[in-house]
């Protein structure tokens, strides 16, 4: 059974940080990606990487101030979010694809598994 399960999320002060966990089990994928949901908004896209070549993708908003990454060894994905702004406030949740893309995708419908999610306040 496939199953993605985030962690890490919580309360912080803008300027601050906050780092996200989300382990897999059963399987691991070519494609990881977070996405984010903010009240009334629609949920979009925020970082992805394709663990073969390591390549990464940003949305341009968080670039420079979050870092996504994989550790293949625990198959575990991660979300060290910086500079923490009040509008990066969202459910995050993470996603999984067995496909690559080139660059990795922010669409959600390119991905097939999803992760419960997990909440982050930033005020």
């Known amino acids: 059974h496939v199953q993605l399960v985030e962690s890490g999320g919580g309360s912080a002060l803008a300027g601050g940080s906050v780092r996200l966990s989300c382990a897999a089990s059963?399987?691991?994928?070519?494609?990881y990606s977070w996405f984010r949901q903010a009240p009334g908004q629609e949920r979009e896209g925020v970082a992805a990487?394709?663990?073969?070549?390591?390549?990464?993708y940003y949305l341009n908003s968080v670039e420079g101030r979050f870092t996504i990454s994989h550790d293949n060894a625990k198959n575990t994905l991660y979300l060290q979010m910086n500079s923490l702004k009040p509008e990066d406030t969202a459910i995050y949740y993470c996603?999984?694809?067995?496909?690559?893309?080139?660059?990795?995708?922010?669409?959600?419908?390119?991905?097939?598994?999803w992760g419960q999610g997990t909440q982050v306040t930033v005020s």
């Open positions: 996603a999984a694809v067995d496909r690559p893309w080139r660059p990795p995708s922010l669409r959600d419908y390119d991905y097939t598994v």
């Open positions: 059963g399987y691991t994928f070519n494609t």
């Open positions: 990487i394709d663990t073969g070549d390591g390549s990464t």
